[in-house]
Nanobody, 131 residues
Framework: QVQLVESGGGLVQAGGSLRLSCAAS??????????MGWFRQAPGKEREFVVA????????YYADSVKGRFTISRDNAKNTVYLQMNSLKPEDTAVYYC??????????????????????WGQGTQVTVSS
């Protein structure tokens, strides 16, 4: 089993920045062997893909809505994935979730983008951007 714990959310004014972290743990979980992703869910909306990073950090894929403003990174030594969010907009307001994929994509540059390609989820962290 794997546990994912997000942190770093909060209230920020439009144009501001936040950095989210997601720490992964689990007795049989190998962080460096899996792709990781961030999703978000605004009130009344479905959970949507934000960004994904391959198992070794060599490949990333961003949703168009955040491209150029958000940056994903990972530190396999710390079992942590990060989401740096700059130039935040009110429409970025949502609960942000990190997710882990199964180890099927190890040794590839694949970055899963569908919710069904992830099997473990964190509890989420609230990001609120005021106008």
């Amino acid at each position: 089993q794997v546990q994912l714990v997000e942190s770093g959310g909060g209230l920020v004014q439009a144009g501001g920045s936040l950095r989210l972290s997601c720490a992964a743990s689990g007795r049989t979980f190998t962080f460096r062997g899996v792709a990781m992703g961030w999703f978000r869910q605004a009130p009344g909306k479905e959970r949507e893909f934000v960004v994904a990073i391959s198992w070794n950090g060599g490949s990333t894929y961003y949703a168009d809505s955040v491209k150029g403003r958000f940056t994903i990174s990972r530190d396999n030594a710390k079992n942590t994935v990060y989401l740096q969010m700059n130039s935040l907009k009110p429409e970025d307001t949502a609960v942000y979730y990190c997710a882990a994929s199964p180890p099927w994509y190890r040794d590839s540059d694949y970055t899963p983008r569908s919710r069904t390609e992830y099997y473990a989820w964190g509890q989420g962290t609230q990001v609120t951007v005021s106008s």
